[in-house]
Nanobody, 125 residues
Framework: QVQLVESGGGLVQAGASLTLSCTPS????????RGWFRQAPGKKREFVSR???????YYADSVEGRFTISRDNHKNTLYLQMNSLKPEDTGVYYC???????????????????WGQGTQVTVSS
């Protein structure tokens, strides 16, 4: 059974940094797109960032220039470095992975096959 486990969330003040990690068990995802999504209270889950199997990265406009996604295929771990955090970054952050190998990538949550349980990020003003 495949499981994705996020860690690294917490409560920080505006302007601070956090790094989220996501480590799967049950299979490797070195040749699949992996991504981060988030859900703020009362809002729909939204795309944050993704990284293709080739290492190409994509970001939502709201986090471009502040967040950095990366992957360590040796550790099978996905990261999200979040700098200059804002109160509007508050939410539950989910990592996700596509099942297909050498896939074409997507920012739509419906196209991801595996999800973590989420980690809470709270940014106070």
């Amino acid at each position: 059974q495949v499981q994705l486990v996020e860690s690294g969330g917490g409560l920080v003040q505006a302007g601070a940094s956090l790094t989220l990690s996501c480590t799967p068990s049950g299979r490797t995802f070195s040749t699949s797109t992996r991504g981060w999504f988030r859900q703020a209270p009362g809002k729909k889950r939204e795309f944050v960032s993704r990284i293709s199997w080739s290492g190409r990265t994509y970001y939502a406009d709201s986090v471009e220039g502040r967040f950095t996604i990366s992957r360590d295929n040796h550790k099978n771990t996905l990261y999200l470095q979040m700098n200059s955090l804002k109160p509007e970054d508050t939410g539950v952050y989910y990592c996700a992975a596509k099942s297909a190998r050498y896939d074409s990538g997507s920012s739509y949550e419906s196209e991801y096959d595996y999800w973590g349980q989420g980690t809470q990020v709270t940014v106070s003003s």
